[in-house]
Every structure is written in structure tokens, then in C-alpha cells.
């Protein structure tokens, strides 16, 4: 088997294990060079409130020039695009143009307990900020006045090194993110979306609006879990630990349906190296152009480190 895909993990793989490390940047870039070892061609970032994802993405690709680097992915409140595109070109330049921005809506229950922010319409907001930071990052300026996005520079900047573009990838999972994604960013990390729902709706649906758009062909970096173990039943159990709430959010919901599963868990391949095989090749078949992986952490810390040599090799094939 011969995947078309790119492959790379998503870091930290395991929250709970990260603040018993002596130091967490230190570890996080530790693990990117494994996965550099391995072979896996790229490192995402997830962002909660610990760590800075971009930065750690900036700073590994520094320390670690055999690999990509991304965000999968930064939640868009309460940034704003100038200063998110001001991070984006940094980590543009420091990584020598290996650097992906991925950008997340979030939750809505969840910004206005966090943030405080007033409920405003939510995918209007999406659009307006990918319209400036679009702007940002493709001429270094912007004067965007929309309902809910304000942003004006004083003038044009650029960040020398930081080339190409940086690429945006959008969160996404249901029809208006998705058109988003196809007519404003340069393509999608669909969430929860298997192998059926990818084929008959999230890529002719991303590729239909990106089309309508005049925009190049999108780029879908999906994400998707799997773990080599021969504990299945504990790792089931921990999937569904982590993943349960998922479900209950209607965007995940919809999808889940689409592709007849019940739990978030019966996504995560869990059992032998063919069994993560077999999950490569028929994600490999329906047109996306990376996977990233998570819940590589459900097994043992041994379980995991083959799973990372065994992606590796897959995507070398």
C-alpha cells in the first residue's frame, strides 16, 4: 500500500502526562524529533491553555529541520487577525516556510463562558476574520470593517523569509464551515469525519466551493486517531473517556451520523499494524492530502512509539 497522504501527529498526545514534565517545551520538541526519527513528515499543535501552539510550532521547527509543523488548531476568539498573522509570518520565517496555520470557530457555550463574548453570528465572524487575515498574510495589510471584525493597518509590512505564504487550513465538520474553508482559507482539518463522509460530502463539498471561488484546489489535512495495541479493550475505554463529549456538540453530531457510528470512538482504529494499515488506505482513497493522527497516547507509552514508527512507514512507502 502506497498512501497519497502526508502523515503526522498531533502534539501533546497525552495532556495529562505534559505537566509532570520538567519542562513542557522541552518535552514537546523532544517527541517532534521522534517523530522526525520515525519518519513522519509533519507535527501539529494543539491549542488549549497551557502552551502557546504557535510558538511551540515555531520554536520545533527550529530545533527540528526534517519536519513540518502546524496548528490543528488555534481557536480564532479572542485573537485578532493582525496579531495572529504577525505570529503566522514569524513562524513562517523561522521554520523556513514550513509552517501551516490551522484556525477553529470553537464552541459556542464555550467562548462566552470563557471570553465573556457577547453571542454574535459565529460563522460571519469565521468569514470576516479568514477575509483579513487572508489579506494580512497575502499583502500585509489589511482595512477590513465588518459587523464583527475590525482591522486596519497604517501600512503595508512584510517579513522577509516568510515565503511561501503561510497556508490556512479551517476547522471544520459541517456545510458552512466547510464553505468557508473552500472560498476563504486554502483548504480544511475536517474533525471527525470518516472514510464515507469524506467521500460523499466534506471533499466535493470543500472542492465545490473552492471551485466556485476561483481558488486552487484544496488542501484537507484530516484528522483522524489510532493506536498499535494489544490492550483494545483498555484503549477502547480510554477513547471513549476522551471522546464522549464530542458527540453531544450537533457540528460532531452530524457528522458522526453521516457516517453511521455511534460513539466518537468507533472512528479510533485500535488493534494491530494492519489494523492502523487498513485505516491509512481507505482514508488514503477518498482524496485527502494528510492525515493527522491523535489519541496515539490511549495505549502504552511503548504502544505509542510503535505506532509512531509504524505511520512512519507508511508514509514512506
Keep these: 500500500m502506497s498512501p497519497p497522504v502526508r502523515i503526522g501527529v498531533a502534539l501533546p498526545t497525552d495532556h495529562a502526562r ?8 522541552d518535552a514537546l520538541i523532544g517527541q517532534v524529533q521522534e ?10 499543535f494543539t491549542q488549549r491553555f ?6 511551540v510550532a515555531t520554536l520545533a521547527a527550529r530545533e527540528v529541520p526534517d519536519i513540518e509543523v502546524g496548528t490543528a488548531a488555534v481557536p480564532i476568539y479572542p485573537r485578532h487577525p493582525i496579531a495572529l ?22 464552541i459556542k457555550e464555550f467562548v462566552e463562558r470563557t471570553y465573556g463574548i457577547a453571542p454574535h453570528p459565529r460563522i460571519r465572524h469565521l468569514r470576516e476574520f479568514l477575509d483579513a487575515l487572508g489579506s494580512l498574510l497575502e499583502t500585509g495589510a489589511v482595512d477590513v470593517e465588518g459587523e464583527t471584525v475590525v482591522a486596519r493597518t497604517p501600512f503595508a509590512t512584510t517579513v522577509p523569509g516568510a515565503s511561501p505564504r503561510v497556508p490556512v487550513l479551517v476547522a471544520a465538520a459541517g456545510e458552512l464551515t466547510l464553505r468557508a474553508a473552500g472560498e476563504l ?6 474533525i471527525l469525519s470518516g472514510p464515507r463522509t469524506l467521500a460523499g460530502y466534506t471533499v466535493p463539498t470543500l472542492a465545490r466551493y473552492a471551485a466556485a471561488a476561483g481558488r486552487p484546489a484544496p488542501g484537507i489535512a484530516a484528522i483522524v486517531s489510532g493506536v498499535v495495541t494489544a490492550d483494545r ?14 458527540g453531544t456538540i450537533p457540528a460532531y453530531r452530524a457528522a458522526l451520523d453521516r457516517e453511521g457510528v455511534d460513539h466518537p470512538a468507533d472512528l479510533v482504529a485500535i488493534g494491530d499494524e494492519q489494523a492502523l494499515a487498513d485505516q491509512v488506505a481507505a482514508y488514503a482513497e477518498v ?5 493527522v493522527y491523535t489519541q496515539t497516547a490511549i495505549g502504552s507509552p511503548e504502544d505509542e512509539r510503535r505506532t509512531w514508527r509504524l505511520l512512519g512507514e507508511l508514509a514512506n512507502r
Design 35 to 44: 517523530l522526525a526519527d520515525a519518519g513522519l513528515t509533519s507535527a501539529w
Design 50 to 55: 497551557d502552551h502557546d501552539a504557535v510558538t
Design 85 to 106: 498573522a504577525m505570529q503566522a509570518r514569524t513562524a513562517q520565517a523561522a521554520s523556513h516556510g514550513r509552517f501551516t496555520l490551522g484556525v477553529a470557530l470553537s
Design 185 to 190: 482559507a486554502d483548504g480544511a482539518l475536517p
Design 233 to 246: 479493550a483498555g484503549a477502547r475505554a480510554r477513547a471513549e473517556e476522551s471522546m464522549g463529549f464530542y
Design 18 to 25: 505534559l505537566p509532570g514534565e520538567p519542562n513542557a517545551v
Design 287 to 291: 482524496g485527502v492530502t494528510e492525515l
